[in-house]
């Protein structure tokens, strides 16, 4: 797939066809005649719907990107982290305050967006239907579509509920209406559902072509259709969903949590699915936004700073947390006895960190790194803590276009998980739960889990387990919504971890830092655009807003 990147890169985007006849046929470009013209160009067509795959929402943040490759991802929108420096940061100045609406929507370009996208996927779809290509090769690049499709529409639907459902080419000029209502959420669900099933058929078990790695798979989209199911609580389901996946065989853990998000590690078994980047061509710059500050370079933002909430979940290697009296807990070494996962993830007081060790204590002169307690404007930690996981300590904090790691979208650790869940919600803890939850936990470093849990017992640890096992991969704040937990999360204040040396020792301070403004009558769901609503007035808009 990183082929397919370049070849996107050396091809305008497509146009439509000029009204002027020219005497010489471009060849920068193609037209409407030569895009569908073989398979081959029909493809650079999908190539460029694949190039518009989104990590997260798209949010208004300043620099227009999606939430997962931004300043202010959704793990910011959650109890898992917070903003560092304010600036530009929505998850401060709208949702921290409540202040979101339909004029000053935090996630505005995602709804254009994902509208654009669908409507790529109908023409797509329209045209490989209608063409002479062999069957299957249509049957192929359909489902393709048809799962890239699925995507955008469940990137809709976990914000704003049930959406307008739209299937063909719209042309306003034809004289039909082109404005539709709003379908269901259960419609949508059940839409996505079908499209899902029907683009497995068509689907490949595996990738045979490495130039193709990146593509849409029969795992991928179960994955998405399994995760859309535990979105809905749609419990029987996403149990089979989930189990037809562990029973292909065809995924696996990868046996060391860190190096899973390194680059050196891409498209390893545990991945279903991810959106491809590659250096220079299509890069990311999350080790210069989330990075340690760094004095010596003063490269790094710090803009995402995981919550003393947070690491609290993060149980020692006995398998307990501090509030659980785990034994091993010290709290003059707090940081002591934890797990792979969470040194994996987490920059800490005293951590190596490309080879240096970041302290976050006040008292050290000319400290770019120490915790901000006073409001420091410019790029700080507000937490004690930042974010390890995900980064790459082989690229400095200094912008660089050669970071172009692959972001996972779908894993399989998430897929036991989702299993776990819905089996417990459906029936309760059975074996297949503890099997579940206890191969990521084994991974982790951790002991399996007590038997005899009740399934509340058993709901709350796959909770605890969810959170910590997918930290800063932008499903927090989802659960946190479907669980319909939020505004019980956010009316707790919201930690960070300020150190200090008083007489020889080490003092560990809890301090709050962020509190969230979380109606529950509305803030379930996000505000339409209002310029939405008044393009279309059969679009009706969210309760509250």
Not at 10 to 32: G, I, K, R
Not at 95 to 114: C, L, Q
Not at 158 to 182: A, C, F, H
Request: hydrophobic fraction near 35%; proline fraction near 5%.
């Amino acid at each position: 797939m990183k082929k397919i990147l370049i070849l996107i890169l050396l091809t305008t985007f497509f146009t439509a066809c000029s009204e002027a006849v020219l005497d010489v046929a471009p060849t920068d470009q193609l037209t409407e005649e030569t895009t569908w013209a073989s398979p081959q160009t029909a493809g650079l067509f999908l190539n460029d719907i694949y190039n518009s795959l989104n990590a997260g929402p798209w949010s208004a943040v300043y620099q227009n990107l999606p939430t997962e490759l931004s300043v202010d991802p959704l793990d910011n929108f959650s109890d898992n982290a917070t903003y560092g420096p304010l600036g530009g940061a929505l998850s401060a100045s709208l949702f921290d305050t409540g202040s979101y609406g339909p004029s000053n929507d935090i996630f505005k370009p995602n709804w254009a967006k994902m509208y654009a996208n669908i409507r790529k996927c109908n023409l797509f779809i329209s045209r490989i239907t209608a063409s002479t290509f062999d069957d299957a090769t249509k049957k192929s690049l359909v489902a393709q579509a048809r799962f890239l499709r699925a995507y955008f529409y469940k990137s809709l639907i976990d914000l704003y509920g049930g959406v307008p459902l739209i299937t063909k080419v719209l042309d306003r000029n034809s004289g039909e209406d082109i404005q539709y209502p709003r379908n269901s959420y259960a419609e949508c669900v059940a839409f996505i559902q079908k499209e899902c099933t029907e683009a497995t058929i068509d689907l490949p078990a595996k990738i045979a072509d490495k130039k193709d790695l990146g593509r849409a798979t029969k795992g991928a989209a179960l994955a998405l259709k399994g995760e859309l199911e535990l979105y809905a609580g749609k419990w029987a389901d996403a149990v089979a969903t989930h189990t037809e996946i562990m029973q292909s065989k065809q995924y696996d853990l990868f046996p060391d949590y860190a190096g899973l998000f390194y680059s050196q590690n891409e498209n390893n078994q545990e991945v279903l699915f991810d959106i491809q980047f590659a250096p220079i061509v299509k890069q990311r710059n999350i080790n210069q936004y989330w990075g340690v500050v760094e004095a010596a370079s003063g490269a790094g933002w710090g803009a995402v700073d995981p919550t003393q909430n947070l690491i609290d979940d993060y149980e020692f290697a006995d398998g307990k947390t501090s509030a659980e009296g785990s034994p091993l807990y010290d709290p003059q070494n707090p940081y002591k006895n934890r797990t792979k996962r969470f040194y994996a993830s987490i920059i800490y007081d005293g951590s190596i960190w490309r080879g240096k060790p970041v302290y976050t204590r006040l008292g050290i002169a000319n400290n770019a790194n120490q915790i901000n307690v006073v409001g420091k404007a410019g790029n700080t930690g507000r937490t004690g803590y930042f974010t390890k996981k995900l980064q790459d300590s082989t690229f400095q904090s200094t912008p660089t276009n050669l970071d172009g790691t692959n972001v996972i979208i779908f894993r399989y650790a998430e897929v036991l998980l989702n299993y776990a869940e819905a089996k417990n919600e459906l029936s309760g803890p059975d074996q297949t739960v503890y099997d579940a939850i206890n191969k990521v936990r084994n991974r982790a470093g951790l002991p399996n889990l007590p038997t005899g849990l009740t399934q509340e017992q058993m709901r709350q640890r796959i909770r605890r387990e969810r959170r910590v096992e997918l930290a800063f991969e932008g499903k927090r704040l989802f659960d946190l919504l479907r669980w319909r937990i939020a505004e019980q999360v956010f009316s707790q204040p919201i930690y960070g971890m300020k150190i200090e040396e008083k007489a020889g020792k080490l003092v560990y301070e809890r301090v709050e830092v962020r509190k969230v403004k979380f109606v529950a009558s509305k803030n379930y769901l996000m505000p339409i655009p209002q310029d939405v609503i008044a393009q279309n007035p059969k679009i009706t808009q969210n309760p509250g807003y």
